[in-house]
């Protein structure tokens, strides 16, 4: 070996099993609810129970991933009310997210799950509308059995904290950012 390299690190093996993990993803870049639905439909084909809430897509948008996930059995909450800086009514719009919390609080409290997608969580709980205490305290004290999956950007440090597994998305290049809208079939 030469004196410039660095030598490889074997990774530590893993050696202990957990009944469950959190997952965040979050990060500027694309991905992060596809990256969670990709998962949700890998439990799935294993036989997991699966639901998926939406804090901030509307019933407004038709997307691919609702339609194709329902037929497979995943139950499918879309509470939110869109893009927020589109809302009229900042006050609907919080309840909305509000509301959409106690939906997934009581599913998560339910143990009737092996997996619960929280799609784009982070928006509310960094608008300080649901509260990030409450939202780790319900996730750590969630059933053994139950993984959890929370997608969004600028994931709190608590959340980011509890969590086994942070991925952080990073745009290095956006379609968007040269003018072409977000297409069917890839983006919904």
Known sequence: MKADEVPLQTPPRAS?????????????????STAAFGTALRAVARGWKVCVIQFVKSNRWKVGEQETATRL??????IGDG????????????AIAREAWRIA??????????????DE?????????????????????????LNVIATGRDAPQALIDLADTVTEMRNLKHAFD???RAMRGIDY
């Open 83 to 94: 893009f927020t800086w589109d809302s009229r009514d900042m006050k609907r719009t919080e």
């Open 121 to 145: 969580i982070t928006y509310p709980m960094s608008w300080g509308w649901i509260p990030t205490a409450e939202v780790v305290a319900v996730l750590a004290s969630r059933p053994a059995a």
């Open 178 to 180: 040269r003018g072409i």
């Open 16 to 32: 202990r099993k957990t009944a469950s993990i959190v997952i965040v993803n979050t990060g500027e870049g694309k991905g992060k």
């Open 73 to 78: 059995g995943v139950e499918w909450w879309t």
């Open 105 to 118: 609080r009581e599913r998560i409290q339910s143990a009737d799950y092996r997996l619960v997608v929280l």
